[in-house]
């Protein structure tokens, strides 16, 4: 059996197989206390009086502990640590301008962070670099009602900017169920998709223009409010799910269309996943140009989240009155009339094929909400029960659930208390798969070990990406040469990295391998 060896740098030579590489790989990424790139250095209380020189009134500059700073250390799951004792919070892009730049000057890790709601570490330090938080940064400078072109800062919250755009008649074309605290320069960044993506398409499909503050300083202005721009490279694609490793996105340009003035939503229930494919086709066949989200979620995700929420379709074979699959179907049109007779006709087809075991249709806008506040409740039903193992991955959809029963087969004799609970965006492919250890709020290295990189292997050979929606971080850029590029493309990726930000200082540690 080949052996690893670690160097005091926490490098793993490559005397090991890829499994045992990659896993150790992961054990370093969530433990490093101390900086790995030997180029950059730890800022002093000295560098924090620079810093806050380097501000404007309003902003501010927060040193402490670690524990003190814990708000912008610790991620949303409490998995990923860092140990910085600066944080920096700027009001407008000059001022970080000036941040980076001395930053860059001084070789200091700089790590952008917005409303810190990330899954995959991408937000918090590796180590002690500087933080810049975007949170004061949340101007919003209009919205023009003839274009329907949002102009905003990136510090915004998404549901500020939710609750602006209807004020005018317009939607914001992101939804998360996180809208409440991200904000959407980190949105930008890690390009989210959300749950209407199959009806508005990603990020990069709306954003028109952005701003960005580069390694040194270099404040590059690509904020557009023209929708055909074909004047030559189209410089924002290359931030938007960048995770702020080439710049700082400061200002965003983002299509919103106009609000629909019809919503309805069916909550169905499904005996099999091959029904579940079956009702997708109908929906698509059936509801056209109107069908604007069609999200899963299986039994064990929706046992969680009764406890807090009444399902409206119940099985009375069920001990705990559920059937195996769900779904929330929504659609967005001009016409209510029209589209809830659609649905209607929609469901009575679906009852008559025998293709749905149940199903309800919402009569309000309350009940459409109420529909999704089950849906939205998956997350945080699933992180109350221990500690979470959760991953956002693409699967083919004729393959979209095969993943979820191998991976419990799988674990089933190491850890049978273990829950393995499923939604997603199954429409455009996306798959939560989520494992929690209840009553445990501390990492199971053999749990880990069996899966990874095990199950990124298993979707690499489905065809699939080990990341749909959050981005690499620290928890999968290990596996970004492994599995998810090849070496051509990785080898371009560094080469603009390196154009970009030379010494490395941005978001050190995140999406690219670290050795």
């Known amino acids: 059996m080949s052996s690893l060896l670690v160097s005091a740098s926490g490098s793993a030579c490559l005397r090991c197989s890829r499994s045992q590489r990659l896993r150790a790989f992961r054990f370093f990424s969530k433990t490093a206390g101390a900086h790995s790139r030997t180029n950059l250095r730890s800022p002093t209380p000295s560098d924090a009086q620079a810093l806050a020189s380097l501000l404007d009134q309003g902003g501010s500059v927060l040193t402490g502990s670690p524990a003190d700073l814990s708000k912008y250390n610790v991620d949303w799951k409490g998995e990923y640590r860092g140990e910085s004792r600066i944080v920096v919070q700027p009001k407008t892009a000059r001022e970080i301008s000036r941040i980076v730049s001395y930053c860059n000057g001084e070789r200091i890790g700089v790590v952008p962070q917005g409303g810190n709601t990330g899954l995959v570490g991408g937000s918090v330090p590796v180590s002690d670099e500087v933080v810049v938080s975007t949170e004061r940064m949340n101007a919003i400078h209009g919205l023009d009602t003839d274009s329907g072109i949002l102009t905003c800062d990136a510090g915004c919250v998404l549901q500020d900017l939710h609750s602006y755009a209807a004020e005018r008649n317009h939607l914001v074309p992101l939804d998360l169920g996180a809208k409440g605290t991200c904000q959407i320069g980190g949105n930008v960044a890690t390009n989210a998709g959300g749950q209407y993506f199959y009806r508005f398409g990603s990020l990069h499909a709306n954003v028109l223009g952005l701003e960005a503050v580069l390694a040194d300083g270099t404040i590059l202005n690509v904020t557009s409010t023209n929708r055909k721009d074909n004047t030559g490279y189209d410089m924002k694609h290359l931030f938007i799910g960048s995770e702020g490793t080439l710049g700082l996105i400061t200002k965003i340009n983002l299509s919103c269309p106009q609000l629909p003035s019809s919503r309805n939503a069916a909550f169905l229930a499904c005996e099999t996943f091959g029904d579940v494919l079956k009702t997708l086709t109908v929906a698509k066949e059936e509801l056209g140009e109107c069908l604007a989200a069609f999200e899963f979620m299986?039994?064990?995700?929706?046992?969680?989240?009764?406890?807090?929420?009444?399902?409206?379709?119940?099985?009375?074979?069920?001990?705990?009155?559920?059937?195996?699959?769900?779904?929330?179907?929504?659609?967005?049109?001009?016409?209510?009339?029209?589209?809830?007779?659609?649905?209607?006709?929609?469901?009575?087809?679906?009852?008559?094929?025998?293709?749905?075991?149940?199903?309800?249709?919402?009569?309000?806008?309350?009940?459409?909400?109420?529909?999704?506040?089950?849906?939205?409740?998956?997350?945080?039903?699933?992180?109350?029960?221990?500690?979470?193992?959760?991953?956002?991955?693409?699967?083919?959809?004729?393959?979209?659930?095969?993943?979820?029963?191998?991976?419990?087969?799988?674990?089933?004799?190491?850890?049978?208390?273990?829950?393995?609970?499923?939604?997603?965006?199954?429409?455009?492919?996306?798959?939560?798969?989520?494992?929690?250890?209840?009553?445990?709020?501390?990492?199971?290295e053999e749990l880990t070990a069996i899966l990874?990189?095990?199950?990124?292997?298993?979707?690499?050979?489905?065809?699939?990406?080990?990341?749909?929606?959050?981005?690499?971080?620290?928890?999968?850029n290990e596996y970004l040469g492994e599995l998810a590029k090849n070496e051509a493309a990785l080898a371009k990726m560094r080469m603009i990295k390196g154009m970009f930000d030379p010494r490395g200082i941005l978001n050190p540690d995140k999406v690219f391998p670290t050795c």
């Open 298 to 444: 299986d039994r064990a995700v929706l046992r969680l989240v009764q406890k807090d929420h009444r399902i409206p379709v119940t099985c009375s074979a069920d001990s705990e009155g559920l059937y195996p699959f769900y779904l929330l179907v929504e659609t967005q049109g001009s016409n209510d009339t029209h589209d809830s007779e659609k649905m209607a006709l929609f469901l009575e087809k679906l009852l008559h094929c025998g293709q749905i075991a149940d199903g309800v249709l919402s009569q309000d806008l309350s009940q459409v909400e109420a529909m999704w506040a089950i849906r939205e409740n998956c997350n945080p039903a699933t992180k109350a029960m221990g500690h979470n193992w959760k991953y956002d991955i693409s699967i083919p959809v004729s393959e979209y659930y095969d993943i979820a029963e191998e991976m419990r087969e799988r674990i089933r004799n190491v850890r049978p208390d273990a829950l393995c609970v499923c939604w997603g965006h199954v429409v455009d492919c996306n798959l939560h798969f989520n494992v929690t250890t209840p009553g445990e709020f501390e990492e199971d």
């Open 452 to 476: 990874e990189p095990y199950l990124f292997e298993s979707v690499v050979r489905r065809k699939g990406s080990i990341s749909a929606e959050h981005g690499l971080g620290r928890c999968k």
